[in-house]
């Protein structure tokens, strides 16, 4: 694994429009093209970070006419406004706009820091995957993809809804690629088609019930997840996380595995490493603290499993920090 917190490359990520260009000028480094090329590859991913002017940012300067955005909000709060009215984006928050040809009003509020990832999708693209499957599909989209309709000339936006634990995680690969350069192309566009497909289609009557089961399993799921962070040092076995949430063992490691794509005891292990790299990052505790503030008893096995993850040794690893901005927040999936 590479340096720490390693940002991607935009090598192949294809020309940037100047729309966004000169509508981020002003915040600098705060705007940063992650992948993709949306004129050429119809998807591009964007990352935000910035602390906005008192009189707030003009958002809407930045929505390119003929495309689908995606925003994955972290921090910072922003209005959108449309036909049908306004919409909030608080913190932790997702939702879509089309700003069609007629634009949409968005304002970034003033003196706060603003922390997001923004998917932009072209039509085409999004006509391709969607295939024979456009009435399944949410009707901002729909009517996105309407090309020369009133509802593309008006734009439009979704509703906001909260993120989940895997879509945070989501945000902090998309800005540290487990792979290599050569299969960037291939990974971003594979995290774009998921996007799309949990959100861009619509749940249909005769599936409800399964939906509300996946969002039990994702309540408790995050209830898991809550527990294990409130107890890194000493943390409950399989069998008793179970019962405190009110299933089984079998199940939790099970539904655990299929939803967040690793298993609970490779999901305890990085929240234990990346808990140690923020005590480190602090400043007041030193390795042999920060090993065993998170439950490590073998220094050794710390100092490995370190490595292994940020890839560089837990002493070395506040030297080489020094100087970048605050970490975004970790609710790992």
């Known amino acids: 694994m590479g ?5 991607p490359s935009t090598a192949g990520s294809g020309e940037f429009c100047g729309l ?15 992948y993709g090329s949306f004129h050429r590859w119809g998807f591009s991913f964007e990352w935000h970070d910035f602390q906005a002017a008192d009189e707030g940012v003009d958002w809407g300067a930045s929505f390119h006419p003929d495309s689908l955005e995606i925003c994955f909000n972290r921090m910072g ?3 959108v406004t449309g ?3 306004a919409v909030q984006f608080a913190a932790d928050t997702l939702g879509f706009y089309v700003p069609g040809r007629e634009g949409l009003a968005a304002i970034r509020g003033g003196g706060r820091r603003h922390q997001f990832l923004t998917l932009e999708l072209d039509r085409g ?3 391709h995957h969607a295939g024979d499957h456009r009435d399944a599909l949410h009707p901002v989209v729909q009517g996105f993809l309407e090309e020369g309709s009133e509802s593309v000339a008006a734009g439009g936006v979704s509703e906001v809804r909260r993120l989940t634990p895997g879509q945070v995680d989501l945000i902090r690969w998309l800005r540290s690629p487990p792979v ?3 299969a960037r192309r291939a990974w971003y566009e594979a995290r774009a088609l998921d996007v799309v497909a949990e ?10 019930f399964c939906e509300r089961q ?3 399993q994702r309540d408790r799921i995050t209830e898991a997840i809550s527990i294990l962070k409130r107890r890194l040092a000493d943390p409950p076995g399989l069998d008793e996380l179970a019962r405190e949430i009110g299933v089984s063992g079998c199940y939790l490691s099970r539904t655990f595995s299929r939803e967040m794509g690793i298993s609970l005891s490779q999901y305890l292990r990085r929240l234990r490493l990346e808990r140690a790299a923020e005590l480190l990052r602090s400043g007041e505790y030193n390795v042999t603290e920060a090993a065993f503030e998170v439950g490590y008893n073998s220094l050794s096995h710390f100092s490995t499993s370190f490595h292994e993850m940020f890839g560089v040794c837990p002493g070395l690893y506040p030297i080489l920090r020094q100087g970048n901005g605050p970490d975004l927040g970790r609710t790992a999936r």
């Open 3 to 7: 340096a720490p917190e390693k940002e």
């Open 20 to 34: 966004e260009s000169a509508a981020w000028a002003g915040v600098g480094a705060g705007w940063r093209p992650l």
């Open 77 to 79: 709060e922003a209005t």
């Open 83 to 85: 036909e049908q009215g």
């Open 125 to 127: 693209f999004v006509r």
């Open 180 to 182: 290599g350069e050569a």
């Open 199 to 208: 959100l861009c289609f619509v749940v249909r009557e005769p599936v409800l």
């Open 214 to 216: 996946h969002r039990l």
